[in-house]
T-cell receptor, first 111, second 111 residues
Framework: GESVGLHLPTLSVQEGDNSIINCAYS??????FIWYKQESGKGPQFIID?????DKRQGQRVTVLLNKTVKHLSLQIAATQPGDSAVYFC??????????FGTGTRLTIIP | DAGITQSPRHKVTETGTPVTLRCHQT?????MYWYRQDPGHGLRLIHY???????DKGEVSDGYSVSRSKTEDFLLTLESATSSQTSVYFC??????????FGSGTRLTVV
């Protein structure tokens, strides 16, 4: 399958600030995208998803933006908290096939 | 994680010995997956199952076999463990609409 990658391996943000994590995907046919959060010693946890017929989707303090023209996905976390420190993965899927994961970005929230 | 458990959580084994990891789900989901996670590689698919006795290979299946005799259980076997199989192994299940749900992982060390 196609690979999904991340622009930045690490990101440090001051507590209370907003953070943006970026992801590039290569399969233009991908129609479903997910962001996962992985805390130390735990499995990845679903945060938010978006389908290719949408450009933006909001959750609680999180927003995912999808730009299909440039095959780019971003995760915005508002008013970051210490508990947001984790590794964040994007993943994509085409037509109910298997998800393909990026290598992850480590987000560190500075108190 | 709700609905999916992995066992054991930690295991140390010797090179050349067989090892079996277990994934158990209570969600009655059709799809189950085994991934390994290594630094710099993200999550890589080993094997997956799309029903009882229906399994297929992923991108890193060499040295691994799987079995699924019941909907709720998906077993991963390392036929003859090698040091390169030292990793964290995650099981995931897939229902409809929300990507994958992951287990808490098994940390395997082959010495």
């Amino acid at each position: 399958g196609e690979s999904v990658g991340l622009h930045l391996p690490t990101l440090s943000v001051q507590e209370g600030d907003n953070s943006i994590i970026n992801c590039a995907y290569s399969n233009s046919a991908s129609d479903y995208f997910i962001w996962y959060k992985q805390e130390s010693g735990k499995g990845p946890q679903f945060i938010i998803d978006i389908r290719s017929n949408m450009d933006k989707r909001q959750g609680q303090r999180v927003t995912v933006l999808l730009n299909k023209t440039v095959k780019h996905l971003s995760l915005q976390i508002a008013a970051t908290q210490p508990g947001d420190s984790a590794v964040y993965f994007c993943a994509d899927e085409f037509g109910n096939e298997k998800l393909t994961f990026g290598t992850g970005t480590r987000l560190t929230i500075i108190p | 994680d709700a609905g999916i458990t992995q066992s054991p959580r930690h295991k140390v084994t010797e090179t050349g010995t067989p090892v079996t990891l277990r994934c158990h789900q209570t969600e009655n989901h059709r799809y189950m997956y085994w991934y390994r996670q290594d630094p710099g590689h993200g999550l890589r698919l080993i094997h997956y199952s799309y029903g009882v006795k229906d399994t297929d290979k992923g991108e890193v299946s060499d040295g691994y076999s799987v079995s699924r005799s019941k909907t709720e259980d998906f077993l991963l076997t390392l036929e003859s463990a090698t040091s390169s199989q030292t990793s964290v192994y995650f099981c995931a299940i897939s229902g409809t609409g929300y990507g994958y749900t992951f287990g808490s992982g098994t940390r395997l060390t082959v010495v």
